[in-house]
C-alpha cells in the first residue's frame, strides 16, 4: 500500500508539472521574435523617410534649375523678376507659394548683379519690392526671416531726405533701376514689380 501510495504522489506531482508548463508558454521567444520585427519596422520606416527626403531634395533642385534657367544666378542665389505690379504683402506671398522669399542682396556685388538684372528683364526705370521692411519697430530694417540686415544701399544723395526717410507711413524697401540700385522706403500699399530669391542648397 505504502508503495502504491507513494506512486500516487509522484504521478500527482508529475502531471501538476506538466500542467503548468503547458499554462505558461515561454516568453523569450516571442518578445525576440516582436523586438526583431519592430527593428525590422523602423529599419523600414527609416529608409522610406530617406528616400522622401532625397525626392524632395532632387524636386527643389530641379525648380532651382528652372527658375535659375528663367531668371539670373547671383552667388549662391537664383533671383526671378515678376513684372506684374502688386502690394508688398502680395509679392511676398507669390513668391513664398513658389518656394522663394522677396529677394534681400546682402553684399554691394549682389545688389548691382540684381540691379543689372532688373534693368534688363523689366526695363532700367522699374523698382522691385525687396525682402526688407520695417514694420515691426520703425527704423529697425530686417529681412523677411526677421533678422537685422548688415548690408543696406539706400539713396543718401538726397541730403535734404536721404532715405529712408518715410517714417511710419514707408514700411517696404524697393530697389531701383532708374537710381543706379539704390533702395528707397515706400508705402506697402504701392504696387510694384516683384523679385523673388531662392537659396541654392
Not at 529599419?43 to 533642385?61: G, S
Not at 504701392?190 to 531662392?198: G, I, L, N, R, W
Request: charged share 25%.
Amino acid at each position: 500500500m505504502e508503495f502504491k501510495g507513494g506512486w500516487c504522489v509522484l504521478l500527482g506531482a508529475l502531471l501538476l508539472v506538466s500542467a503548468s508548463c503547458q499554462q505558461t508558454p515561454p516568453k523569450k521567444k516571442p518578445l525576440k521574435k516582436d523586438a526583431t520585427r519592430d527593428t525590422a519596422i523602423e529599419e523600414l520606416q527609416k529608409q522610406i523617410n530617406d528616400i522622401v527626403d532625397e525626392l524632395n531634395l532632387l524636386k527643389e533642385q530641379q525648380a532651382l534649375q528652372t527658375v535659375c534657367l528663367k531668371g539670373v544666378k547671383i552667388h549662391s542665389k537664383c533671383y526671378l523678376v515678376d513684372p506684374l505690379k502688386k502690394r508688398y504683402h502680395t509679392a511676398s506671398e507669390d513668391c513664398n507659394a513658389l518656394g522663394g522669399v522677396l529677394g534681400t542682396p546682402s553684399s554691394s556685388d549682389e545688389n548691382d548683379q540684381l540691379r543689372d538684372y532688373i534693368r534688363q528683364s523689366i526695363g532700367p526705370d522699374e523698382q522691385v519690392w525687396l525682402g526688407v521692411n520695417d514694420m515691426t519697430t520703425e527704423g529697425n530694417w530686417m529681412d523677411l526671416s526677421g533678422t537685422s540686415i548688415t548690408y543696406k544701399n539706400w539713396d543718401t544723395t538726397n541730403h535734404r531726405s536721404p532715405q529712408p526717410d518715410g517714417g511710419q507711413s514707408q514700411n517696404c524697401a524697393v530697389l531701383s533701376g532708374a537710381a543706379g540700385g539704390k533702395w528707397f522706403d515706400e508705402n506697402c500699399r504701392e504696387e510694384k514689380a516683384t523679385v523673388c530669391q531662392f537659396n541654392i542648397v
